[in-house]
């Protein structure tokens, strides 16, 4: 079985896409993380002018394919670097989906709690801070899961623009394996199926953590 | 006594439906005035416009002497001022009993935690709930999450607190024992608006009590007296629908 060694040769050469496609998904995680948020933010407690400025860009960025956006980036003149590129154009993508999840779990606060600190003289400030927020955080880290794995596999389309992460390295691979070219797709979706689990696991493991006393596990 | 609350012409609408038309009372620091009246009538709308919950259309909310109820004022200290107890309780869900209660006078006082814990800590022992600092609101009853409730808007060392049906809620094996917490409240001086339908309780424990109807109060006075001769019509046909009342 000619191709199981090339595919232990190349080892290395996997473990180097893979680490390159965690630095674009923890890189565009994060940015879609803090611009959802921000757009959910915007698009719950803003006033109507920042209501519907936020609401039109994560339209926008809803509705553009990430395909289409990875160009759009790589092509602007600014030279920018495809890892860069890759993070900033997946990233715009994700945060309008983040935003949706942060939304949905910022209006599941019931609102009588709300009520309650305002009741008590919170600012609005305050009282998204300390009341909203940590009530969010764990309300979304199911479809935030659900968010992560999609986005993890979302970075095999960053190969387009050049960034070396593991599709790229498999079409280095498949092109002097001569006729292997599917246990070599084969190996990467199991590779991609470890990293998905293995990212499932520590997420269950935080919901667990934020779990709060009186309501259902997950089982 | 001195007044510490005076409420004058206070009127809201809800489109164009007039909820309250024209509110006026006073309260005298330590009292405790129980609003009676049929659901509908205005009366949580009345407590709400109090601390702007709801703002209301017009009218002056004095509290000792200043009125609230005008541009420029901080709202946020107002509220501080006035404790609010709801009907559904509003307990902070993702806080242990311990960490609703020290909120205010952290967040909200701006106080040190061994301040908030001391605070904290006596009000939850005075509305007896020291054994369970620990829970979270989803494992406690009705009754002594409304009980914890009350703590929280007393550890804001509030003016005056604002009930707004507390043991509606509730059971009535629940609800005797909040208020049994509120009866030692009234006892120890803590002057107190309560929106309720608990006749008994208005009865033994509110100085004064005030009936609306329909937006307006139909007639005020010490409980006892009016409870058993109620003067208006209106009055008398609703104190009816309660069996067992003198």
């Known amino acids: 079985m000619e191709i199981i060694r090339i595919l232990i040769s190349e080892l290395p050469q996997f473990a180097k896409g893979t680490l390159v496609a965690l630095e674009v998904l923890a890189g565009l995680l994060f940015l879609g993380l803090v611009l959802g948020l921000a757009i959910a933010l915007a698009e719950i407690f803003g006033n109507t002018v920042v209501k519907f400025f936020a609401t039109t860009v994560r339209k926008f960025l809803w509705a553009i394919p990430q395909l289409v956006l990875l160009f759009l980036v790589f092509y602007l003149p600014f030279d920018l670097n495809p890892v860069l590129a890759a993070i900033i154009a997946l990233g715009l993508c994700s945060s309008a989906f983040q935003s949706q999840i942060f939304r949905g779990a910022i209006l599941s606060v019931q609102s009588g709690q709300i009520e309650a600190a305002k009741a008590m003289g919170l600012s609005k400030p305050k009282i998204i801070f300390y009341i909203v927020i940590p009530q969010m955080i764990r309300l979304s880290i199911g479809p935030w899961t659900n968010e992560f794995s999609s986005e993890l596999k979302d970075t095999s389309l960053a190969y387009v623009v050049g960034v070396v992460e593991i599709m790229r390295q498999a079409k280095y691979i498949i092109a002097y394996t001569f006729g292997n070219t599917a246990a070599v797709y084969l190996f990467v979706g199991v590779l991609y199926f470890i990293l998905t689990r293995i990212g499932t696991y520590f997420f269950y493991r935080l919901e667990e953590r934020l779990w709060v006393p009186g309501f259902e596990k997950r089982s | ?246």
């Open chain 2, 1 to 246: 006594m001195s007044t510490i609350l005076e409420v004058k012409d206070l009127t809201k609408k809800f489109a164009d439906i007039e909820v309250l038309k024209g509110i006026s009372f006073k309260l005298k620091k330590g009292e405790t005035l129980a609003v009676i009246g049929s659901s509908g009538s205005g009366k949580s709308t009345m407590l709400r416009c109090l601390n702007q919950l709801s703002p209301p259309d017009s009218g002056q909310v004095l509290l000792e002497g200043v009125n609230i109820n005008a541009p420029g004022i901080d709202l946020n200290t107002v509220r501080a001022d006035m404790g609010f107890v709801f009907q559904d309780f509003n307990l902070f869900i993702h806080l242990s009993v311990l960490d609703n209660v020290m909120f205010g006078p952290l967040r909200v006082r701006g106080m040190s935690k061994k301040e908030a814990r001391e605070i904290a800590m006596n009000e939850i022992e005075r509305v007896g709930m020291i054994d369970k600092i620990d829970f979270y609101p989803a494992q406690l009853s009705g009754g002594q999450q409304q009980r914890i409730s009350i703590a929280r808007a007393l550890a804001l060392r509030p003016k005056l607190i604002l009930f707004d049906e507390p043991t509606s809620a509730l059971d009535p094996e629940l609800t005797g024992e909040v208020l049994s917490v509120m009866t030692g409240l009234a006892n120890d001086g803590m002057t107190a608006i309560v929106v309720t339908h608990e006749m008994g309780f208005a009865q033994s424990v509110a100085d004064k009590a005030i009936f609306i109807d329909q937006g307006v109060i139909v007639e005020q006075g010490v409980p006892e007296k009016m409870f058993a001769h109620p003067r208006h019509e209106r009055t008398k046909l609703f104190l009816s629908n309660f069996v067992g009342l003198q």
